[in-house]
């Protein structure tokens, strides 16, 4: 019976939960999964029972194996219609690196999270042993059962051993320093966030705390790369809510939603009402552009204050292509905050105070939240500009979609600058969003012709409940896919889509999804991409194991995402994994 729990454990554990708003969702074949799991448990331990408890264990096994073969799996369909895919029920090879210890752990720990009571009050009960036993003993509680299974350790001396294990095993890591604030103890919070997050732990919220925590985050992520820059192909994950104030990031979305709004305003004008558009959040890629006078009318629609040769020079800025006219994909790209000729779109000052705030057209960045933004997008340079040096890869997260469009806006244009000869800042796809392929899409097309290179991690989502919830108090449509196997299916067509077009560049495929890993090894053999062809795979740790050692033993590029930091500050992560 004990086996069995374990079984069912790590399969729900490695497939995640969509509606609970899990990062790395996935699916599989749960009878392999169970299976896989109970022998090598099976093999791990039996010397440790006695000779009966032996016995029993392995006729439970063997009983099941039989059973389970009457059916083939997808895995031994496969095999015998010629497909070369590793093997993900071989639980010999996938645990062979794993002690004992190791494997119990798990079994632990997976039968804590079955445990409904613990995992719903989980934050409650940590604080209540805080109370009765001390921190002392409860971290080390934590320490020896969650914090060792999901992190790899506190320090960036303690994590090298966990390193270098899987670094022998032909696995990669991507070094996330995962500490991070508990939300309840935090006075100054993000209003833009308040209640949206009531009841949701599996999607890591950082709170604002002040510019010099934001500081302290880019020190941390400096740590990170100096770590990752120690063995090739090193990556690192990067939140923008991490290195400054979120409202900015909300208010400039929105300016860059709304003028989104505007071009998709003034193309339904010219398109027939079956295929008029309004949803501001979809990533249109529009086939019509517009000349000079256009554009000049579109301006003051928005109502800026600007003289003729402003507009000129302005024109001439967007008309990325010089040939006279502007598209979409244009007219959403050559808008930055660094550039005072653009500014004014952005920052509430001078003349453009009065037009533009009657408008009501445009959410405008005071003078000192110009200045905060500007510490900002330093901030992030600055991590990449020591990333870009040291060759290691930056992925930055994805994050909701009322902060999405700002993020993608200021990670592009970094990738314009330093993905010229090496992919070294990756932007995220949430899947789950129907506007995700377009935007996939769009993104691979503005590298394609500004000649950078494209550098993409696809996800499923994180958000969802928080992203439905808004979208109903705020009466839009809900930017989420209705269902699951919707969710799934664009999950999969992203991957086929992007490697279809990826001629140089990178993409990282972080599922738990066996079918979804299975298929994009069907594209890349489909699509001539080698093993080593920019492709990677990436599982969180603790999770998953049953892909990440196969794919490493075929040569496939694998990596763990490696979360560390203090206990007592990795806490609120350790929740969300149990939860999820």
């Keep these: 019976m004990v086996w069995r729990v374990l079984g069912s454990r790590v399969g729900a554990a490695t497939t995640g939960s969509l509606g609970k708003g899990a990062i790395w969702n996935g699916g599989g074949s749960p009878v392999a999964s169970a299976l896989a799991v109970r022998q090598n448990v099976a093999a791990s331990v039996t010397h440790r029972l006695s000779s009966l408890q032996s016995r029993r264990l392995l006729a439970t096994v063997t009983a099941t194996t039989a059973e389970s073969r009457a059916a083939p799996g997808p895995g031994e369909k496969r095999v015998k219609e010629g497909y070369e895919y590793p093997c993900f029920d ?62 790899a350790g506190e320090s960036k001396e303690g994590i090298l051993p966990k390193i270098r294990r899987l ?27 308040a209640d949206k997050e009531e009841g949701v732990k599996s999607a890591r919220v950082i709170a604002y705390q002040g510019e010099r925590e934001c500081d302290a985050n880019r020190d941390l992520f400096l740590h990170c790369i100096e770590a990752a820059s120690q063995r090739p192909d090193g990556f690192i994950a990067v939140k923008m809510t991490a290195l400054g104030k979120p409202e900015l990031l909300e208010k400039i979305s929105s300016a860059l939603l709304n003028l989104r709004a505007l071009w998709n305003a003034r193309q339904n004008k010219k398109l ?34 600007l003289t003729e040769k402003e507009k000129d020079k302005l024109f001439d800025k967007f008309d990325l292509q010089k040939d006279g006219m502007i598209d979409y994909l244009e ?77 993608d806006h200021c990670t592009r244009q970094l990738q314009r600058e330093f993905n010229q000869e090496f992919p070294i800042v990756f932007n995220t796809y949430q899947c789950y969003l129907r506007y995700s392929k377009q935007r996939l899409l769009n993104d691979m097309e503005r590298a394609k012709r500004q000649k950078w290179m494209f550098a993409a991690k696809l996800v499923r989502g994180a958000y969802q409940v928080v992203e439905r919830k808004r979208a109903t108090d705020m009466g839009y449509a809900d930017p989420i896919h209705p269902n699951n196997e919707a969710t799934h299916r664009n999950y999969d067509d992203c991957v086929a889509a992007a490697m279809a077009k990826l001629h140089r560049g990178n ?23 080698p093993k080593d062809g920019g492709i990677f795979f990436a599982h969180l740790m603790g999770m998953s194991d049953r892909l990440t050692y196969p794919l490493a033993s075929h040569g496939y590029k694998v990596y763990k995402y490696v979360p560390w930091g203090p206990v007592s500050e990795v806490m609120p992560y350790l929740v969300r994994r149990a939860q999820e």
């Design 90 to 151: 071989d639980a010999e090879q996938i645990y062979k690196s794993q002690s004992s210890l190791e494997v119990l752990r798990a079994l632990a720990v997976f039968r804590l999270c079955r445990v409904r009571f613990l995992v719903d009050n989980a934050q409650a009960l940590l604080d209540t042993s805080k109370r009765v036993l001390g921190e002392n003993l409860t971290y080390a509680f934590v320490r020896r059962t969650f914090f060792n299974h999901f992190c």
């Design 167 to 193: 670094e022998d095993q032909g696995i990669g890591c991507i070094l996330d320093y995962a500490a991070e604030p508990d939300i309840e103890d935090i006075k100054e919070s993000l209003d833009i966030l």
């Design 272 to 305: 027939p009402a079956q295929h008029k558009k309004a949803d501001t959040f979809i990533d249109h890629h529009v086939i019509q552009s517009i000349d000079k006078h256009e554009f000049f009318e579109m301006l003051d629609d928005i109502g800026t204050a």
């Design 331 to 407: 007219f959403t790209e050559a808008l930055t905050l660094d550039d005072l000729l653009t500014r004014p779109f952005f920052k509430r000052s001078g003349y453009n105070v009065s037009a533009i705030t009657r408008s009501g057209k445009l959410k405008l960045l005071n003078e000192e939240e110009t200045e905060l933004a500007d510490a900002l997008l330093a901030r992030l340079r600055t991590v990449v500009e020591a990333a870009a040096k040291a060759k290691v890869r930056v992925m930055v997260d994805a994050e909701h979609t009322f902060l999405q469009a700002a993020i």
């Design 507 to 529: 993409l990282l495929l972080a599922s738990h999804n066996r079918t979804s890993v299975e298929k994009a090894i069907r594209v890349m053999k489909a699509e001539h991409i």
